[in-house]
């Protein structure tokens, strides 16, 4: 167990439609990162939030937003929905001070999202 | 840009070594990943090498890296069908005060028989 949790394990939606995934970091740990694993792009980071603010953004479509709030859970908001979103997100954690060193992130167990 | 890349798939025998090979474009990458993704669950850092090092010992784990060539392996000396599962190399660069996503290579399948 990595101490960080996603909620919900899995979520099955049409397109169209609105979504929000939610992640709890390890106690402690002030960086949440987003990350999208599908089959045919494999695992892409999405964006990144330091203590409530956005630090890194990767391929994270428009329709995405993230927030990271003051008790330092994060949710990621997926908007009008396509059958190609259908995938795995994953949400990870570190304690990352903003200096250099090696960021050692801890995964959760991933939210399953299927588009139908 | 960044690229990383992995061979798919790499199949063994129980009490063999396995050796996973990973290729990676960033000449500045400053640190290298090794993750580990069982079916159903999320990954697990199995260990990491900062790119001034030739290679890391962590038990049974061996990191080789060659930064001329950008070449990282993965060596697992005794191959356990517990080691079934999927291997992702990954590299981060570091930018101060700009955070450390990883980019993750598409990760090789381990199948090891008994």
């Known amino acids: 167990d990595s101490g960080v949790t996603q909620t919900p394990k899995h979520l099955i939606t049409a397109t169209g439609q609105r979504v929000t995934l939610r992640c709890s970091p390890r106690?402690?740990?002030?960086?949440v990162y987003w990350y999208q694993q599908s089959l045919d792009q494999g695992l892409q980071f999405l964006i990144q939030?330091?203590?409530?603010?956005?630090?890194a953004k990767g391929n994270i479509l428009e329709r995405f937003s993230a927030q990271q709030f003051p008790d330092l859970h994060s949710e990621l908001n997926l908007s009008s929905l396509e059958l190609g979103d259908s995938a795995l997100y994953f949400c990870?954690?570190?304690?990352?001070?903003?200096?250099?060193?090696?960021?050692?992130?801890?995964f959760g167990p991933g939210t399953r999202l299927t588009v139908l | 840009g960044e690229d990383v890349e992995q061979s798919l798939f790499l199949s063994v025998r129980e009490g063999d070594s396995s050796v996973i090979n990973c290729t990676y474009t960033?000449?500045?990458?400053?640190?290298l990943y090794w993750y580990k993704q069982e079916p159903g669950a999320g990954l697990q850092l199995l260990t990491y090498?900062?790119?001034?090092?030739d290679m890391k010992q962590d038990q049974r784990l061996t990191v080789l890296l060659n930064k001329k060539d950008k070449h990282l392996s993965l060596r697992i000396a005794d191959t356990q069908t517990g080691d079934s599962a999927i291997y992702f190399c990954a590299e981060t660069t570091w930018v101060y005060n700009q955070g450390g996503k990883l980019i993750f290579g598409q990760g090789t399948e381990l199948s090891v028989k008994p």
């Open positions: 106690s402690g740990d002030l960086s």
């Open positions: 960033d000449s500045s990458s400053t640190y």
């Open positions: 939030y330091y203590n409530g603010e956005e630090r």
């Open positions: 090498i900062f790119s001034n090092m």
């Open positions: 990870a954690s570190s304690v990352e001070s903003g200096l250099a060193g090696v960021n050692e992130q801890f």
